[in-house]
């Protein structure tokens, strides 16, 4: 096995080993709360058939309504097998399904994890239909959350360690990359790590500052 593909398995080995720990951390959690009220802010039509990629133990997945997620690590996907939610253990960079057949994709906290994020957004725009969406949801490495984040990373935190944190303009090139277009979005989370104490209203930005950042795409029309 090459160096490469040792990597591409690190990540998902985390999030096996810790799958409970991991699933804990969203009971009463006001940053969760905060997440879902910018995700379900959102004005664009989410169309069916639904799927999330990286679908973890399944808390967005089942709250958002998504019928169908993927994720390389397996004990997160019976978590979210008995949410309900229909598994595949699978990689974002290779979608287990055909061209122009998904109505919505969500890629929560997943790019940040992925050894390929570019290849991630090609693989959704290729299987979404034309005119389906991506909903992407990122902690911007500026904020100062994806900070100390980076600064958990370099404490060799067992899962974050593994974290790749991007910018919001980082984000732009690679979706014009992809041919696809940001068409609404959201920004939350100013609150500091740590210090979280209510439920944040989103606000109608793209902000590199915010913990929490909202991004709704669609692929360019050829």
Request: hydrophobic share 40%.
């Amino acid at each position: 096995m090459t160096e490469k593909e040792i990597d591409k398995y690190q990540a998902p080995q985390a999030f096996h080993d810790h799958a409970e720990e991991y699933d804990s951390w969203f009971e009463d959690s006001l940053v969760y709360e905060t997440e879902m009220t910018a995700l379900r802010s959102l004005h664009v039509e989410m169309d069916d058939p639904k799927m999330e990629i990286g679908v973890g133990p399944g808390r967005f997945a089942k709250t958002l309504g998504v019928s169908f997620g993927i994720d390389p690590a397996w004990a997160p996907l019976a978590l979210a097998s008995k949410r309900g939610i229909g598994c595949c253990q699978a990689f974002g960079e290779q979608l287990p399904v055909r061209d122009r057949i998904i109505g919505t994709i969500y890629v929560l906290f997943t790019l940040c994890f992925a050894l390929d994020p570019q290849k991630i957004l090609r693989e959704c725009s290729r299987a979404l239909k034309e005119d389906g969406h991506l909903i992407i949801g990122m902690i911007p490495s500026e904020s100062a959350w994806g900070r100390s984040l980076t600064t958990k990373k370099k404490a060799d935190h067992p899962l974050y360690k593994y974290a790749r944190f991007y910018t919001i303009e980082t984000l732009r090139k690679w979706l014009a990359n992809a041919n696809m277009s940001i068409v609404e979005y959201r920004s939350t989370l100013y609150q500091a790590p740590g210090c979280v104490e209510q439920n944040e209203p989103p606000k109608d930005i793209l902000d590199e500052h915010a913990g929490f950042a909202v991004i709704v795409v669609r692929k360019n029309h050829v």
